[in-house]
């Protein structure tokens, strides 16, 4: 039986004067798979997430916050620790959502309107919703 290629089969295939022989390791990564789809489950993911809105407060909750914060910068020297639930403004989408932190306050800044926490942290007043201490369960002295 006699084939097409009977005159070619038998020879050894060419070997290139310009170029050395690829190693076996870089042969086999050009068959690696082709992630044509690099990111996309990050983006699914990023677009699962879900965020809040950031509730107005009413004209009460807003007095109260005045009433504590006022309170506060008068117990200075005590700094008493308090629970913060405050607003954070989501980097990538619309939205954000609620944290609340125990923080001891370092300083009150009523032009910039933000209160400063020992490590540094930042809060601004429009973005807090609740402050919580057992300072503020006591009369004032």
Known sequence: MSGRYDD???LSRPVSKMHPPMP???????????AALTGFCGAVRETAR???KK?????????KLDER???LKLAFPERPPVSITYFVQD???AGGRYLTQTV???RIDEVLRILVSEDG???????ISTIESDFFGRETE
């Open 121 to 127: 942290k930042q809060i601004r007043f429009d973005d």
């Open 8 to 10: 070619i089969i038998k």
């Open 55 to 63: 509730q107005d407060l009413d004209e009460e909750s807003l007095a």
């Open 91 to 93: 980097e990538k989408k």
């Open 24 to 34: 076996m390791e870089d042969r086999a990564a050009q068959f690696s798979p082709f």
């Open 104 to 106: 001891k306050i370092r």
């Open 69 to 71: 914060i006022a309170r």
């Open 50 to 52: 879900l965020t809040e």
